[in-house]
């Protein structure tokens, strides 16, 4: 899966001083120390080199070092906050590729309340971006666990998913402009705030989700929404994984669509995060399956309380539900949450795992769920699937621990095995093998298997139009 056929050779020495001229000296890295945190990804699944790691200061300075770039044939691989999960963000190991670092472009250019709208520089950690929008009274719903790290234009460039697509939709639901550097050091500025602009091609759709293969995203516009007043949030007990969807419809049907998050928790995930993490078991007896769900809205904090109570009341009549707690304060809601945050991380010291983000029609979950818990089972007697997730729209995390005192390189060298296994099943429920991660270097391999030729053909097409040199990440998304 690490395998890529590279047509493009190692900047001279002339153009590596042509481009550290364009950032300054600080700014353009070539020590291995000073380059080491941008050639690490956090799974640690591939290698990487580079030539020379550019941290540039505004779109001016991209679009200086685009045109250089498409001049020599140098190919650049952009970065946001490096917390990508299938290496888009990472050359390859050949050491020829210079690493365009966005963290600089990091201003928050306007809020504009009254238009609900957010214009950000592509730098800008998420985290920072969901506080400008509180400050003004608004919500930008996009939340990942990486938040505290990731930057925007990461997140846009991927087609970020995280914890509020049931309500809000994924990162590009979110997006009304772009600002995007071209591969030849063209800038396109469409950085509009209009909801309706039926003027041809949506161009910004292209760059959103496309990891930055046809361009790099700059700046966006993002938009706002009202800041909910009050949230209600309960981690509750179920039977088994259908009840979680019977839950769902019971809960948007008594709160006129008020349900803004719905995941799913298994018990061995819980164990994981009591044991590596530091939480603890909001309920007194332990159960299979569990979910995490929230309302937002309400004219008043406080609103929503009881209507979580007779909704978990009804649930109970009607079997759905087993045991229930609802968070009582701000700290609680904090802590229910924290255990979701929790759940990828705690893993890690159970040893290997193997990672599958997919997605499936909401009502075939529980089917895909059985499924694939089974095939991987007889597959390795002993392995601990651990699937979590946002059920309420079908991408669930199919994450399988090694068996306990299995041997970990071992069992992490059947990867491609078990993701076969897994994603047969998901294609069969016409799925996705990528519901919010990308492809990056992790899955590109496999894109003629799970692509329509004349899919594959066209997304080529594309690339070809927007990047006829092949310098904007190459080895990435595209198979070779």
């Keep these: 899966m690490n395998t890529h056929k590279n047509r493009h050779p190692a900047p001279s020495d002339d153009t590596l001083a042509r481009l550290a001229a364009v950032v300054g000296g600080p700014h353009a890295l070539t020590a291995p120390e000073d380059m080491a945190a941008y050639l690490t990804e956090q799974r640690g699944l591939f290698g990487a080199r580079a030539a020379m790691v550019l941290r540039p200061g505004s779109t001016e300075e991209v679009s200086a070092i685009m045109r250089i770039a498409h001049e020599t044939g140098t190919a650049i691989v952009p970065q946001g906050g490096n917390t990508g999960l299938v290496g888009a963000q990472v050359p390859f190991e050949g050491g020829n590729e210079v690493i365009l670092s966005l963290g600089r472009l990091n201003r928050i250019r306007e809020v504009d309340a009254a238009d609900n709208t957010m214009t950000v520089e592509a730098g800008c950690i998420l985290a920072n971006i969901q506080r400008a929008a509180d400050e003004a009274d608004r919500l930008f719903p996009l939340s990942l666990g990486s938040e505290g790290t990731c930057q925007i234009g990461g997140n846009l460039s991927t087609n970020a998913g995280g914890t509020g697509v049931l309500a809000y939709g994924n990162a590009r639901d979110l997006v009304l402009g772009l600002e995007v550097v071209l591969a030849d050091g063209r800038v396109w500025n469409g950085l509009r705030k209009l909801r309706k602009n039926n003027t041809g091609y949506d161009l910004k759709q292209l760059f959103l989700g496309a990891e930055g293969t046809l361009g790099i995203v700059t700046a966006a516009v993002l938009k706002l929404f009202p800041k909910p007043q009050d949230h209600a949030t309960a981690f509750v007990a179920i039977p088994a994984p259908h009840s979680a969807l019977d839950l769902l419809a019971l809960a948007n049907t008594m709160s006129g669509g008020g349900v803004v998050a719905l995941e799913i928790l298994p018990r061995i995930g819980l ?196 990047d006829p040199e092949g310098i904007l990440n190459p080895g990435k998304m595209l198979p070779d």
């Design 271 to 466: 164990d994981f995060t009591i044991r590596h993490g530091g939480a603890r078991d909001p309920l007194g007896e332990p159960h299979d399956w569990y979910v995490l769900i929230e309302l937002a809205g309400g004219e008043e904090e406080g609103a929503l309380q009881p209507l979580m109570e007779d909704i978990l009341a009804r649930a109970f009549e009607e079997g759905l539900v087993l045991d229930a707690a609802i968070a009582a304060s701000g700290t609680q809601r904090r802590e229910l949450w924290h255990i979701r945050d929790l759940m990828s991380e705690v893993q890690k010291p159970e040893g290997g795992s193997i990672k599958h983000d997919v997605s499936v029609p909401v009502s075939h979950i529980p089917a895909f769920l059985d499924e694939a818990t089974a095939a991987v089972e007889t597959l390795i007697p002993d392995a601990r699937v651990v699937a979590f997730g946002h059920i309420g729209d079908g991408n669930i995390h199919f994450n399988v621990s090694q068996p306990v005192g299995a041997d970990t390189q071992a069992f992490l060298a059947r990867w491609d095995e078990v993701n076969r296994t897994v994603h047969d099943i998901v294609l069969g429920h016409g799925g996705s093998v990528s519901a919010e991660h990308g492809i990056g270097r992790l899955k590109r391999h496999i894109m003629p298997e799970i692509k329509d030729p004349l899919e594959l053909e066209m997304m080529k097409g594309l690339k070809q139009l927007f």
